[in-house]
């Protein structure tokens, strides 16, 4: 058994695979709860599949590229998991996965990008092919340096539509789409790491300043 789930994006995605079909999935879509949303999101795939925490064989986790806190959330989760099991653990760029879904959902025939929001009113993005494999990226940028006139996919095309007007298909990753993706070896497989494309908003605080 794969689980399966990704909390790159504003949504909390996770899915239970059995090597031929997704058996059970729930995608939860809430940027402030991350946290709070994971944990009894695995627990409940698992009771809808009947299907004991121990009878878990890999996990797959999305590493991004995405916001701190919640990326975090997932990547601590995935290795604690695979830690206490003793599996193991397969990173997927979350764009590869959104690739994925627009691909297999029929929305593009022809290269195209996918764009997720970055905040600071910026995207992450990457090139796509026609059949889904990268091309280039993934960057963050402003959207209108990566301005196109393409099928663009991803919830930074709805955001941005002055510079993706032909923006469409899913908007946040699937889990269970990622769970085929590292079943089929459709994507590149990663180490469970943070694909941080920039700098935490924390940073350490400079030396005090003397006192006169």
């Known amino acids: 058994m794969l689980l399966a789930f990704d909390t790159a994006t504003p949504a909390v995605t996770v899915a239970l695979h059995d090597g031929g079909r997704v058996v059970a999935s729930l995608t939860r879509v ?32 999305g590493v991004g590229p995405g916001p701190f806190t919640g990326l ?9 998991l695979a830690l206490a099991l003793a599996v193991p653990v397969y990173g997927v760029c979350t764009l590869d996965v959104l690739a994925a879904q627009a691909v297999d959902e029929g929305v593009v ?11 600071r009113k910026e995207v992450y993005w990457a090139a796509y092919d026609e059949h889904g494999t990268r091309l280039d990226g993934p960057h963050v940028c402003k959207p209108a340096d990566v301005a196109t006139d393409g ?9 941005y539509p002055a510079s993706f ?30 694909l941080y494309l920039r700098r935490p908003d924390a940073a350490m605080p400079g030396k005090p300043k003397p006192v006169s």
């Open 30 to 61: 809430d940027a402030m709860r991350h946290g709070e949303l994971l944990a009894p999101g695995i627990a409940a795939v698992l009771d809808e599949a009947w299907v004991p925490r121990q009878d878990v064989t890999a996990i797959a986790v």
């Open 72 to 80: 975090r959330v997932g990547l601590v989760t995935a290795r604690t």
């Open 109 to 119: 025939a022809e290269p195209f990008l996918v764009a997720t929001d970055a905040r």
């Open 151 to 159: 099928p663009v996919v991803g919830s930074g095309a709805l955001l």
């Open 165 to 194: 007007p032909r923006g469409g298909g899913p908007s946040y990753p699937d889990a269970g789409v990622l769970a085929q993706v590292v079943t089929d070896e459709r994507a590149e497989l990663l180490d469970p790491e943070p």
